[in-house]
C-alpha cells in the first residue's frame, strides 16, 4: 500500500532561518503533489502543486522540490516568520481523478 | 466571500446514535470529499462525489453514508455502525479535469458522550 512519510519529530527554527521540511513516499509514483498548511482547530489550505516533471516550483518565500527518483519532496520557507507556526501537509495524487492520499505532517514553531 | 461551510463546529453522539454533519460549499465546485483526521495519522479519505447523484467511496468508507443531491450540499452521516467516530472531520471542495486545489472547510470535531 501507499506510504508517505513527513517529518516524523516536530521541527523548531529560529525566526530568520529557512525551515526545510520533508515528504518522502513509497510504492506509488505520483504525477502531482501538493502542500497545505493547516492551522490548529481549521481546515488545510492550499499552498503549491509541483508536477512530476517539474524540478522545483516557488512562491514568494516558499520553494517545493520533487525527486521522482529518490521519491521525496523538500517544502523550504526562506526568512521564516513566527506567523508561519503551523502544520505543513504534503499529498499526493493516486491517478483516478481528484483524490490525494494525506501525510501525517510536520509542526513547524518559528521562535522569536 | 465564497468557501466551504461545516456545521457544527463541535457535535456529540450518544451510544447507538445517528449523527449528520452538515457541509455547504459556494464555490460551483463539482467535486466534494470527507476526510477523517486522527492524532498522528494523516487525512483519510471517506467518501468522494464528482458530480450530482453519484459519490464513491473512500479507504474507510464503513460505518458512514453521504448524498448529493445539490451541487452545494454533500452531508456526512456517522451511523451507529461506526465504532470509533470520535475524530476530527473534514470535508473539501474542488473543480475537476486535472490536479485542482481542495478548499477545505474548518471541521467538525465529533465526540462520544
Known amino acids: 500500500s501507499q506510504k508517505i512519510e513527513q517529518n516524523s519529530e516536530a521541527l523548531n527554527i529560529q525566526e530568520g532561518k529557512t525551515a526545510t521540511l520533508t515528504c518522502n513516499y513509497t510504492n506509488y509514483s505520483p504525477a502531482y503533489l501538493q502542500w497545505y498548511r493547516q492551522d490548529p482547530g481549521r481546515g488545510p489550505v492550499f499552498l503549491l502543486l509541483?508536477?512530476?516533471?517539474?524540478k522545483e516550483k516557488r512562491k514568494e518565500r516558499l520553494k517545493v522540490t520533487f525527486d521522482t527518483t529518490l521519491k521525496q519532496s523538500l517544502f523550504h520557507i526562506t526568512a521564516s516568520q513566527p506567523a508561519d507556526s503551523a502544520t505543513y501537509l504534503c499529498?499526493?495524487?493516486?491517478?483516478?481523478?481528484?483524490?490525494?492520499?494525506f501525510g501525517t505532517g510536520t509542526s513547524l514553531t518559528v521562535i522569536p | 466571500d465564497g468557501g466551504i461551510t461545516q456545521s457544527p463546529k463541535y457535535l456529540f453522539r450518544k451510544e447507538g446514535q445517528n449523527v449528520t454533519l452538515s457541509c455547504e460549499q459556494n464555490l460551483n465546485h463539482d467535486a466534494m470529499y470527507w476526510y477523517r483526521q486522527d492524532p498522528g495519522q494523516g487525512l483519510r479519505l471517506i467518501y468522494y462525489s464528482q458530480i450530482v447523484n453519484d459519490f464513491q467511496k473512500g479507504d474507510i468508507a464503513e460505518g458512514y453514508s453521504v448524498s448529493r443531491e445539490k451541487k452545494e450540499s454533500f452531508p456526512l452521516t456517522v451511523t451507529s455502525a461506526q465504532k470509533n467516530p470520535t475524530a476530527f472531520y473534514l470535508c473539501?471542495?474542488?473543480?475537476?479535469?486535472?490536479?485542482?486545489?481542495?478548499?477545505f472547510g474548518d471541521g467538525t470535531r465529533l465526540s462520544i458522550l
Open positions: 473539501a471542495s474542488s473543480e475537476t479535469g486535472g490536479p485542482q486545489p481542495q478548499h
Open positions: 499529498a499526493l495524487d493516486i491517478n483516478t481523478g481528484n483524490q490525494f492520499y
Open positions: 509541483i508536477r512530476e516533471n517539474e
